[in-house]
Each structure stands twice: as C-alpha cells, then as structure tokens.
C-alpha cells in the first residue's frame, strides 16, 4: 500500500471518500489491486470494451456521430455502463475520445467514420500554436454530468477516467490526423523543439484538466493513454515527451481519498515495451503494458524491488493478446490463464488486453473470459 499523502481531499460523496459501502470503491477488486493489495478476485475491464462489439451499443449509437455522443451526458453513460451489465467486468471506463477536449475547447475536430480524427486545420508553426484556444473549466460541465449520472448507477463498481497523452494529441495535432509513422511531430521535436514543447504543453493541460474533471465528479481511477508513444526512440521520449506527460498527470497526482490514499493513475501506450520505465517516471502509480511484452519481462524492466512476500513494488494492467479474441476456446482460455498467472509476479493485477477490443468480437467470448478469470483464485 502507498504511503498516505499530504493532498487536496476529494468530496465526501465520492466513491473513493464515501462511507456508504453500497458506494465506496476503496474496497473494490480494481481499486484493490491497483494499490497492490490483494483483492477478493481477480479484477478485469476491457479498453474499448464499450464500442462496435456490442449490438446495444451500436443500437443506442445509429445515427449519431461519435463526438456528438460523447457530448450527450445522458447517452456517454448509457455507453459507459452498458459492458458492466453485459459481461460482469470490474471497472466502467469512461466512454469518450482523446480528441474531446480538443471539440470542448473550440478546436476544429471531428472524428470521420473508417478515418479517425480530422483537425480542420493542422496545427504546425508558433503561430498555430499561439492561436490555441484555452480549454476552459465551464466547458467541461458535459463531462462532470456524463460522470455524476454513471457513478450513481454503478454503485461500489468503479469508474475509470482517460485522457489522451500530450504526444499523441499532439501528433493528431500536427499531422491534421492520423499518421502511420508521425513524422511531422517527431520532425517537430528536433526542428522546431520550442513550438514542440509549446504544442505538447498546451496538450498536457488540456489533458489533465480533462482527466481532473472526470476524478472530482466520481472517477476512481485515470488513465493516461498513449497510443503512439511506441514511435519513438527511448532518448526522444525522455527528452521531448516524459516531461509533458509528468506534467499532465500533475493535474491529478494531489486528489486523495478518504485515507489520504492518491487516485490510482495508470500509464498505458501501445508498442512502448522499450520505453516501459521512462514512461513508468512519468508519475503513474500503475503501468499498462501491451501484448507485445510478457507480464514477467516487463516486471523485469521496471526494475520493481521485491517487497516481502516476493513481488515487485509496481502493479501491472494486461496483456491478453485481442488477436486471440477469435482463436478456438480452447487456445485463448490457455492464454488467459498464462496471462493470469504471469501478473502474480506484480504486486497488483488487473487483467486487460494488451490494446482495445476488435469491433469483430463476439461479446460473449468476453463474458466467458471474465468468468474464467474470476473463477481463478487470486
């Protein structure tokens, strides 16, 4: 367990403050072994586990664009808690996008079915940057009423918050949107370090104000996710990266609980096995860790000083492979199992994938996956 912390108190009614245990989420499987201890099963959640994979999703979805419905308190939770009924997983994650508080601060973005987000203008020069518009804290209302309506369904089941990474925004950013390799912002770093830095600040606080709204209306937990860090050499990703990620999370790292515990804050990217320890400094307590890599080597390269009992002082969230989510029964209930028994080596584990769920998946391989996992002792 952290040591308690000397921080600003989240209110009195949320989850992780509360006394009511029909609402408290400090005792949860997730909260649990985010915080290294040993919960009372093994927790699991999906990313993307409320998308394309469940018909009720795409029911409630017809005909609405995607920022649009992130923007719609009422229909953000309806999606977010649609997978908890289903499949029975451990945590809510947040349904929105990492490119919303782009659209909430002013920014000309959209999100183009088959595409991905589109910036009505790329953002490439200091003055592009200087003509940002600021994220402000009224616009985030939509955000705080999606939150406050989910945590009050969900009971003693938590809530995950997100963010984008101040990378990957910014890569969307400086290309107009999505890239293969990011060479613009990556030729950015090197050529132009000062717009660079000015551009990835901008994202950072656009990031953690983001991510603070969704902690103080009821989060449980925040993740910040990276979805291109992987592009980058570690010496790029120290120098011109992991500065702007530490100072998203800033935003965050003072809200404590009831006990003065921190918000347990997770640090997940794909591709990024070769960069796992710096972004692991960053400021997350958990670290996310993709199918590329094995639970047990990336232990190893997080350096984790064992603890008494054996295991290592960083707990980790994966990594089943989501190619596997349409092998036979059979192989994929092996994998699981092999994945499972690997994150004992963690002081913490919460079983995910190691990325998001393929719009292909049959919802129901998913439900049997958690079955299978909570079937297992801890």
């Not at 592009?231 to 809200?255: E, I, N």
């Not at 997350?284 to 190893?300: F, K, N, Q, T, W």
């Not at 994938?353 to 292909?360: Q, Y």
């Amino acid at each position: 367990m952290s040591e308690p912390l000397t921080g600003t108190p989240l209110p009195a009614d949320h989850p992780l403050a509360t006394t009511d245990p029909a609402r408290s989420t400090v005792g949860s499987p997730l909260v649990t072994a985010f915080r290294g201890g040993t919960p009372s099963r093994i927790p699991v959640w999906f990313m993307r586990q409320a998308g394309r994979s469940l018909p009720e999703y795409r029911e409630v979805r017809q005909g609405i664009g995607m920022l649009e419905s992130c923007l719609k308190p009422e229909l953000a939770s309806e999606i977010t808690l649609q997978p908890v009924r289903r499949h029975d997983v451990d945590a809510a994650i947040f349904f929105s996008d990492i490119v919303v508080p782009l659209r909430l601060a002013g920014v000309d973005v959209d999100i183009v079915p088959g595409t991905g987000p589109v910036l009505g203008q790329a953002v490439r020069t200091a003055a592009d940057v200087a003509a940002l518009p600021e994220l402000t804290d009224e616009s985030l209302e939509p955000i705080r009423e999606a939150v406050r309506r989910t945590v009050a369904e969900l009971g003693s089941t938590p809530l995950i918050g997100f963010a984008g990474a101040p990378f990957t925004v910014a890569a969307y950013m400086v290309e107009g949107g999505p890239s293969r390799d990011h060479l613009g912002p990556r030729t950015m770093m090197h050529a132009d370090p000062e717009t660079w830095n000015a551009l990835a600040t901008w994202a950072a606080d656009t990031a953690g104000a983001f991510l603070r709204a969704q902690i103080e209306a009821g989060a449980s937990a925040g993740q910040l996710f990276d979805s291109w860090a992987g592009s980058l050499s570690l010496d790029d990703y120290q120098q011109y990266v992991q500065p702007h990620s530490a100072h998203a999370f800033s935003h965050v790292r003072d809200l404590v609980d009831g006990s003065g515990q921190p918000v347990p804050l997770v640090h997940f990217g794909t591709g990024t096995s070769e960069i796992l320890p710096a972004m692991r400094d960053a400021g997350a307590s958990v670290m996310g860790v993709d199918y590329r890599l094995p639970l047990g080597e990336a232990h190893r390269r997080l350096g984790a000083t064992p603890g008494p009992d054996g295991r290592g002082t960083v707990p980790l969230q994966g990594n089943i492979d989501p190619a596997l989510l349409s092998a036979p029964w059979e192989v994929l209930e092996a994998h699981v199992r092999e994945v499972v028994e690997a994150g004992r080596v963690a002081p913490g584990h919460v079983v995910n994938l190691g990325h998001g769920v393929p719009p292909t998946t049959d919802p129901t391989v998913l439900t049997r996956i958690v079955d299978l996992i909570h079937s297992i002792q801890p």
